[in-house]
C-alpha cells in the first residue's frame, strides 16, 4: 500500500476528511512557499535573511509546528518576489 492508497483510505472517514479540509489551505501555501524557494536556490537561512528573521522561522513555517499570522505570509511573499493573496470563495 502506497501513500496515496492511505490517504484515499483515510479520506473515506468523514471526521478526518473534514479535518484535512480544514488544514489544506494552509498545507497548500507551506508546499508553495518551499517551491518557490527552491526554484529561487534560496536555502531557508537566506530566504530568513531576506525576510528578516531567523531560520528557525522558515523552518516552522515549513512544516506543521505553527499557523503564520497573514502579515508575516506577506514579508515571506514580498522576500520570494512575490504579492500576497488572500481570496474568500
Known sequence: M????????LLQN???????????????IKREIIRLRI????????????????Q????RLESCEYNPSIEFLNKVAHAL???LEVKFN
Open 14 to 28: 468523514a471526521e478526518v476528511k473534514a479535518d484535512y479540509e480544514k488544514l489544506k489551505v494552509l498545507y497548500d
Open 56 to 59: 528557525s522561522a522558515i523552518s
Open 2 to 9: 502506497n501513500h496515496q492508497d492511505v490517504k484515499n483510505q
Open 39 to 54: 526554484e529561487q536556490g534560496l536555502s531557508q537561512k537566506e530566504l530568513a535573511t531576506k525576510v528578516g528573521t531567523r
Open 81 to 83: 518576489g512575490k504579492e
